[in-house]
């Protein structure tokens, strides 16, 4: 039996990271239970270890520097001692080791102004033979370094973003072989980025700072047990008339190729009041290329179709002559006339048009070979403006999103579905780019409702940890002293009057939901120790409003008696947001006053959650408050639904989907609501009604009235429905159900994941993969609808696990495999149920 997979906190061979005793975890392979593990390191030997976990914590306080080589060995079922793996992690820089600067370029900022991308360089001489080298950067701003010209690390759009103010997360590249003997130049590019450049749906700008700043620290040992560093300071060369004139991470690049810079200034020194954090997050790097299919458009320009919906940029290689210029405009969709168009996401204003997705560039006499640095845009089509023919071989689209595992795979037999299942995965990787987005054009916010709503459906289809722990602390480096959580992270690029939104039901409570999720997907406790603290603030916080009225907009309930003080009736919120028009049409009150059936239902639920957190840690002294909001929140809700107003009597499926999935109804009221939601899809053609918090939702809730509900939903292929994208081209997924047909009432962003989150139960319930504890799997496939086969397969922090079904006349035959060192109780839809051992097996039902 061997060890695969080895991975540190989440992360695979991690150089630079600062987890004081990170954990190695792994999976088996040959053999079918493993009995003992051993892990030696050069400090370190774990001896042997009996048991079957997978994980095991380095016990020893990391250096700064320090480079941990380890083996893990394992013994199988027979107590055969297996070939052991190896693999390393690396610790980044201490705080104190950092001798670097702060710097800067030699100009005074006002802050309406847009500058030129900065040139940093620094050339110095090695004399001795290089052992190793590690260059630590980071920036406010994005940079890209160079070492002798040659790129260092893979990561694009580096540093990443954090609130710049709080956490400034630094990288650590291994650079031993771009360095050489004699002669050596660092470059560095530094540029606006997400801290000075344009955010948020009005592209506004300096949200972080207005001065962009750079710190690197360049550390070489020698064979001969001596060090070197370079670090950044005054002595630094420093010019901005190098050939990127502009670049901004949603408007684009304006590139003059010709152009070198000078560096005829110096860097200025200055300051950061943040010691920078290793980011333990994986990198963000470039993935799939897509070549175009080229044509003119109506309006005579090239036109370019990539055929995918991405969140990426482009590279090309052309001969051109000095002077020559091309225009790029990128975006999602073409018009009525067959032109690109930008409409569906660009903010109009009359100060500004946001975002441009463009770029300008000018040739240099020769070859160009250009590849965007410092932007990214989501598109599918590009469209030229140029007297320069471009060939398809000369030009590539490059998807560009953070690196996670990816471990989620799913196929059926309906063409339709599989391309829904592929176009949500397009949508996850176009929004996770360092933190999760709403879309990669207009806003690309952090929106904690639509994360959160997401977060299962990410965790079964890529490795989420680690990228996943990053946004949690980019959530709560917002937290207010009153637990609040905030509604976008990192929050900027919002104007003041959302400011009231912070604190939204479905949004800010990914600070309960995030957590507790990732404990039930990864088995890990930790995260729940280390944010238990920061929920019970937030869990303080939801109860502080409980039996308040407030807000110029609350009306009154109509709730009485003892139920009034767990009624949720203040602050702003969203409601369950965006619900088709035609079930319920938007007014501007729907953000603008509390909405105390969300809020209430919510409150349940999450005291419900914070009860089995306090319960996991032991903090039996939480239980007694936590239990009396839950079942108090319940109680008021039952006395809501009873005022004409929040009547369960109702076709807004929402409104039935909630209380039924939070268990928050007596008896009657659930026969109820059971039946009523039913006949709401009856009067609404088995089309969807919910709207973002309950869409994710629906399923589960009609697989507990009647699996086939469930699939006669799954399969409706009109508006709105989750098929009717695919069957109307969509290769992402769409923020309206409607997608582009403004005719139909549709436009807004075409890359929207937040739909998408209904892949969840493709795999916990078409297929039935749930993980339930170490080691431990449950595969409940329900089979049902005209479908023939489906099957999924989900390399599981236990390892990979497939399960899959094919119907064959009368009988259905269910195959379920298990990864080596699990088991899993597998249930059969006629109700009998096996216990199977790691394997393959297939089980028939009739
Ligand atoms: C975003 C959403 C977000 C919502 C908040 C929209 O503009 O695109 O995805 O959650 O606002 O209501």
Redesign the pocket.
Known sequence: MKAVRLKTEYLKSPVGIDVQRPRIFWNCEGGKKQTAYRIVTEKWDSGKVDGDTMRAEYPLTLLSRERVNYTVTLWDENGVEGEPSTDFFEFGLSREDWRAKWITGDYTVRPRTRYPVDCFKKEFTVTKNIKKARLYITACGLYQAKLNGKKAGDFCLAPGYTDYNKRVQYQTYDVTDLLEKGANAIEIELADGWYRGSIG?WGRRNQFGTETKLLAQLETEFDDGTAETVATDGSWLWSCDGPIRFADNKDGEVVESFREPSYTGHAKVTAHGVVPSASNNVPVTEHERFSPVITRSPNGRQLLDFGQNIAGYIEFHISAHLGQRMVWRFGEMLDENGDLTQKNFQLVTKRRTTPLQKIEYTCKEGQNDYKTTFAVFGFRYAELESDIEIKPEEVEAIAVYSDMEETGFFDCSSALLNKFFAATKWSAKGNHLDIPT??PT??R?G?T??AQIFFVTAAYLFDFAAFSEKYLCDVYDWQKKSGRLPQIAPHGGVDFYMNVMDGSTG?SDIGILYPYRFYKMYGDRAILEKYYCKMKKYASFLISRCGKWGGPYARATGVRGNAKKYIVNCGQS?DE?AEPADVKSFHWTD?AAPHPEVSTAYTSYLMGMMIEIAETLGKTDDLPLYREYRDGCKRAYRSLVKTPAYSLDTDRQARLVRPLYMDLLDEKQTEFAKARLIKALENYGWRLGTG?LSTPLILDVLTEIDHEAAYRLLENEEIPGWLSMPKNGATTVW?AWEGPDSKKGGIG?LN?Y?KGAVCEWLFKTMCGIRIDSENHFTVKPVSGGSFMHAEAKYASIYGKIESGWKRNGGTTVFTVTVPPNCSATVILPDGTAYKQSAGKMTYEVK
Do not use: K, N, V
Request: with cysteine; proline share 0%.
């Open positions: 749906a709403d879309c207009r806003e916010h929106w409702g639509d949004w969203y947001w953000f973002f923020e962003s929207h937040s």
